[in-house]
Every structure is written in structure tokens, then in C-alpha cells.
């Protein structure tokens, strides 16, 4: 028997099943399947048997197959979105001709949270749990207890929303730095979280955004953010050669994406004196890989993310924004889907040399890796300058945890911040 019978049958039912001969294109499936000796051609057979079966358990179980085979099958993993009810055949859209946006500006919904007993302003208090009120203190209690969801990559790929439904905000572009924020309803000024600079609201800008997926709130103030940054100072002798600005409290945004698939390599690597050929097939499988959507403070942000739980993000709600800053994100899903693809495949490109030794001329294909699914978060951190070596250098402080980040000097005496800040 040739070693090519079973993509031989595969071939023929290809033809058969193009020519809408689905009796005879099953038959030659069937047999592709029962020669198949490799998983390239199970795959395939199996997934085109589902195409040719009628009974939704029966279609089912090969999409299955499919997958089990192949993970990244986009094919699969949308035909069996279908059969989960996940996406409609009516909503695939046609990827060579995405839908224009309609003209015309939609309605702005903006949110104003008056506190019902006084009706002063409530704004997102810093325990990560409550709104209060600004004149009474009144509480309001929020639930946090359902995480944000993930969105299918396959199925948003499929019927358009991988370029996400977007809602009519309001924005303000700082003068100064050239950041751009969300406007909270009814502020007649704002103050930029990176440069500290102010506002008056003469003219604001109507801007169609993505609804964020999820939220981690801010979980304390900015006292407590300021303390943290003494320690931090402190602890690395750093002699601060001005007044340093408390703390400013923001959102960041920033893309999560969950990755599978696999790595074909080939090289070679020096052993006993002499140069062999070496290969393998390195596993993907990634959760939460964070491209920042914003290119403010791009050196520390490596350092920043790794550091949030990300896991129980709550589901976004627009009151846990109330009285804080947002930044707008600046790098679409889809770009930043590729930078997801290449820091997975650095690390696997790291991870080949290091199990290996040095592996001369690495080839390498990342065609079998595949995104799953995506979610935007807003993550809060606290941000400031700190001037020391003649240099004004810019630190962060994840919201969630209260660990800092930021360049140290390579010299200097023990100074104290606290006279500084006024703490």
C-alpha cells in the first residue's frame, strides 16, 4: 500500500464532497480515516466527516476528534460554536469585507451616580467593594463576585465581533503628555493621572470605544499608596532632589489572551566534539498573556503585570470607575493578538535553547499556535515621579497589591520621602 493511500482517499473525497456528492465523499472519508497514520490526516478526515453527517451527536463527536488532534482547527472550533448555540451561520461574516462602521454618532449614556440620600456626588471608594458619597459618606455596597468573562477568539473572528461592538464615550487628551482618558459624566475639569496636569473642560470628544470585559478594583488609597512609596524609596537609599507629587490613582487597559497549539523546531547543537541535527515539537498552552494597550510607561509595565491576579477580575461595572481615571486603550485586539503571539513564541524559542544548549540555525513554525479566547481588563496602579540623579524617573504602584516598580540609583544615601509628600 503507497504511503500517500490515505491523503489519496482524503483527496478524492475533497473532490467529491466540492462537487456536493456527500454519499460518495463519506465513503472515501471513512476509508482516509481508517488508513490515516498520521494526525495531520486524522484531523482532517475527521473534521470533514462532520461536515458530511447529519446527526448532531455524530457531528459532534468528530468535531471532537478534530480538536482533540488539532486544538487550533478555527473550522472546528467555529462549527462546534454552532452546535453550542455560541454563533449563529447567519452572523459569519465575510473576512475579506468586514462591515463598515455605520455613519453618525450613537448616543452618549452617561452614567452619574448621585447618592440617594443627599444627592451629592458618589465616587469608587478604595476598598475595592463601595461607592460613597463625597458630602455624607453614605456607603453603597458593590457585588464583586462574578469574574469577568473570557471571549471566544474563534467565534469573534467569525461574526465580526473580533473588531468588538463599540460604545459612545466621552474623552479628554491631556495637553501635556498627550495621554487620552475617559470623561466621568458631569466633570467640568480633569487632571492627567502620568503628568498631573489641569484641565477645564471647554470641549470634550465623543470617541466609539470597546466595553472593557473586566475589572480589577482599586483596593486602597492614595495615603496608603503614598506610604508604600516611602518604604519603596527608603529601602533603596534613594535621596529624592525635589518635591515629589503624592501619587495619582488611574485604570490601565490592557489585553489578556489565553493560547494553545504547538512548535515544529529543527537545528543543530554542538555534542562530543561534533555538530548534530536536533528537532522536536515544543507544546503551547498559555493563560492570561498581557499586552498593555497603552504605550505610557512602556519600560516598567514588564515588571508591573506579573504581578496581578487576574483570575477573579470582577466583570466590568462602570461604578467602579466613578470618581477615578481611565485611560482609553490605544492598540486594537487584533494588534495586539500578534504581540500575544510573539512574546508565547520568544518564550518557546527561550525555553528551546535552554533545554537544549545553544541550538544553531533554530527554524521554527508558530503557524499552529492559536488564540482561544481574550478578555480587556482595567487594572488600577497608582503612578508618580521621583527625582533623583539629575533625572526625573517615573514609578508605579499595582492597585491591587501595593508593590512598586521603578529604576533605583546605582548609588546614594538613605533619604526620607515622608517630609516630602507631607506625610
Same mark, same amino acid.
Given at each position: 500500500?503507497?504511503?500517500? =493511500?490515505?491523503?489519496?482517499?482524503?483527496?478524492?473525497?475533497?473532490?467529491?464532497?466540492?462537487?456536493?456528492?456527500?454519499? #460518495?465523499?463519506?465513503?472515501?472519508?471513512?476509508?482516509?480515516?481508517?488508513?490515516?497514520?498520521?494526525?495531520?490526516?486524522?484531523?482532517?478526515?475527521?473534521?470533514?466527516? $462532520? #461536515?458530511?453527517?447529519?446527526?448532531?451527536?455524530?457531528?459532534?463527536?468528530? #468535531?471532537?476528534?478534530?480538536? /482533540?488532534?488539532?486544538?487550533?482547527?478555527?473550522?472546528?472550533?467555529?462549527?462546534?460554536?454552532?452546535?453550542?448555540?455560541?454563533?449563529? &451561520?447567519?452572523? *459569519?461574516?465575510?473576512?475579506?469585507?468586514? &462591515?463598515?462602521?455605520?455613519?453618525?454618532? #450613537? /448616543? +452618549?449614556?452617561?452614567?452619574?451616580?448621585?447618592?440617594?440620600?443627599?444627592?451629592?456626588?458618589?465616587?469608587?471608594?478604595?476598598?475595592?467593594?463601595?461607592?460613597?458619597?463625597?458630602?455624607?459618606?453614605?456607603?453603597?455596597?458593590?457585588?464583586?463576585?462574578?469574574?469577568?468573562?473570557?471571549?471566544?477568539?474563534? +467565534?469573534?473572528?467569525?461574526?465580526?465581533?473580533?473588531?468588538?461592538?463599540?460604545?459612545?464615550?466621552?474623552?479628554?487628551?491631556?495637553?501635556?503628555?498627550?495621554? @487620552?482618558?475617559?470623561?466621568?459624566? @458631569?466633570?467640568? @475639569?480633569?487632571?492627567?493621572?502620568?503628568?498631573?496636569?489641569?484641565?477645564?473642560?471647554?470641549?470634550?470628544?465623543?470617541?466609539?470605544?470597546?466595553?472593557?470585559?473586566? +475589572?480589577?478594583?482599586?483596593?486602597?488609597?492614595?495615603?496608603?499608596?503614598?506610604?508604600?512609596?516611602?518604604?519603596?524609596?527608603?529601602?533603596?537609599?534613594?535621596?529624592?532632589?525635589?518635591?515629589?507629587? &503624592?501619587?495619582?490613582?488611574?485604570?490601565?487597559?490592557?489585553?489578556?489572551?489565553?493560547?494553545?497549539?504547538? *512548535?515544529?523546531?529543527?537545528?543543530?547543537? =554542538?555534542?562530543?566534539?561534533?555538530?548534530?541535527?536536533? %528537532?522536536?515539537? %515544543?507544546?503551547?498552552?498559555?493563560?492570561?498573556?498581557?499586552? &498593555?494597550?497603552?504605550?505610557?510607561?512602556?519600560?516598567?509595565?514588564?515588571?508591573?503585570?506579573?504581578?496581578?491576579?487576574?483570575?477573579?477580575?470582577?466583570? =466590568?461595572?462602570?461604578?467602579?470607575?466613578?470618581?477615578?481615571?481611565?485611560?482609553?486603550?490605544?492598540? $486594537?485586539?487584533?494588534?495586539?493578538?500578534?504581540?500575544?503571539?510573539? *512574546?508565547?513564541?520568544?518564550?518557546?524559542?527561550?525555553?528551546?535553547?535552554?533545554?537544549?544548549?545553544?541550538?544553531?540555525?533554530?527554524? =521554527?513554525?508558530?503557524?499552529?499556535?492559536?488564540?482561544? %479566547?481574550?478578555?480587556?481588563?482595567?487594572?488600577?496602579?497608582?503612578?508618580?515621579?521621583?527625582?533623583?540623579?539629575?533625572?526625573?524617573?517615573?514609578?508605579?504602584?499595582?492597585?491591587?497589591?501595593?508593590?512598586?516598580?521603578?529604576?533605583?540609583?546605582?548609588?546614594?544615601?538613605?533619604?526620607?520621602?515622608?517630609?516630602?509628600?507631607? %506625610?
Amino acid at each position: 500500500m503507497s504511503e500517500e =493511500y490515505d491523503n489519496d482517499l482524503l483527496r478524492e473525497g475533497i473532490l467529491h464532497f466540492k462537487a456536493q456528492e456527500y454519499a #460518495l465523499a463519506r465513503r472515501y472519508f471513512e476509508r482516509a480515516l481508517d488508513a490515516a497514520d498520521d494526525l495531520q490526516t486524522q484531523a482532517q478526515a475527521n473534521y470533514y466527516m $462532520s #461536515l458530511v453527517v447529519d446527526d448532531p451527536t455524530q457531528k459532534r463527536q468528530y #468535531l471532537e476528534e478534530t480538536l /482533540a488532534v488539532d486544538m487550533a482547527n478555527a473550522a472546528a472550533r467555529r462549527d462546534l460554536a454552532i452546535l453550542d448555540g455560541k454563533l449563529k &451561520p447567519a452572523e *459569519i461574516v465575510n473576512p475579506e469585507s468586514v &462591515p463598515a462602521p455605520a455613519p453618525g454618532t #450613537l /448616543a +452618549v449614556q452617561a452614567d452619574r451616580f448621585t447618592c440617594p440620600k443627599c444627592g451629592g456626588r458618589m465616587v469608587f471608594a478604595p476598598d475595592g467593594a463601595s461607592l460613597v458619597c463625597e458630602s455624607c459618606s453614605r456607603q453603597q455596597h458593590l457585588a464583586t463576585g462574578t469574574p469577568g468573562a473570557d471571549q471566544d477568539f474563534f +467565534v469573534a473572528m467569525a461574526n465580526g465581533t473580533g473588531f468588538r461592538k463599540t460604545v459612545s464615550a466621552k474623552t479628554f487628551q491631556c495637553q501635556g503628555c498627550g495621554a @487620552s482618558f475617559l470623561l466621568p459624566a @458631569s466633570e467640568l @475639569s480633569a487632571t492627567c493621572a502620568y503628568c498631573g496636569s489641569v484641565h477645564v473642560l471647554v470641549m470634550d470628544k465623543e470617541t466609539e470605544l470597546v466595553q472593557p470585559d473586566a +475589572v480589577i478594583p482599586m483596593a486602597f488609597d492614595q495615603k496608603q499608596a503614598t506610604l508604600h512609596l516611602v518604604q519603596w524609596v527608603e529601602q533603596h537609599h534613594i535621596q529624592p532632589q525635589g518635591k515629589v507629587a &503624592p501619587p495619582r490613582g488611574l485604570y490601565l487597559p490592557v489585553w489578556s489572551f489565553d493560547l494553545i497549539g504547538s *512548535i515544529p523546531w529543527s537545528g543543530r547543537v =554542538y555534542r562530543n566534539k561534533r555538530e548534530i541535527p536536533v %528537532s522536536g515539537e %515544543s507544546p503551547a498552552q498559555f493563560s492570561d498573556v498581557c499586552v &498593555p494597550a497603552s504605550t505610557k510607561l512602556a519600560g516598567l509595565l514588564p515588571q508591573l503585570l506579573p504581578g496581578y491576579n487576574l483570575a477573579a477580575a470582577p466583570a =466590568y461595572d462602570p461604578r467602579f470607575l466613578a470618581g477615578w481615571c481611565a485611560q482609553v486603550y490605544e492598540l $486594537s485586539m487584533s494588534d495586539a493578538a500578534l504581540e500575544a503571539r510573539r *512574546i508565547c513564541v520568544e518564550k518557546i524559542r527561550t525555553n528551546i535553547h535552554a533545554g537544549h544548549g545553544s541550538v544553531l540555525d533554530l527554524r =521554527y513554525s508558530a503557524s499552529a499556535i492559536s488564540i482561544t %479566547s481574550y478578555r480587556l481588563l482595567l487594572l488600577p496602579l497608582w503612578v508618580t515621579q521621583v527625582p533623583f540623579e539629575d533625572q526625573s524617573h517615573p514609578v508605579v504602584i499595582n492597585g491591587q497589591t501595593g508593590a512598586v516598580h521603578g529604576p533605583t540609583p546605582h548609588h546614594g544615601l538613605k533619604g526620607m520621602l515622608s517630609d516630602l509628600l507631607g %506625610s
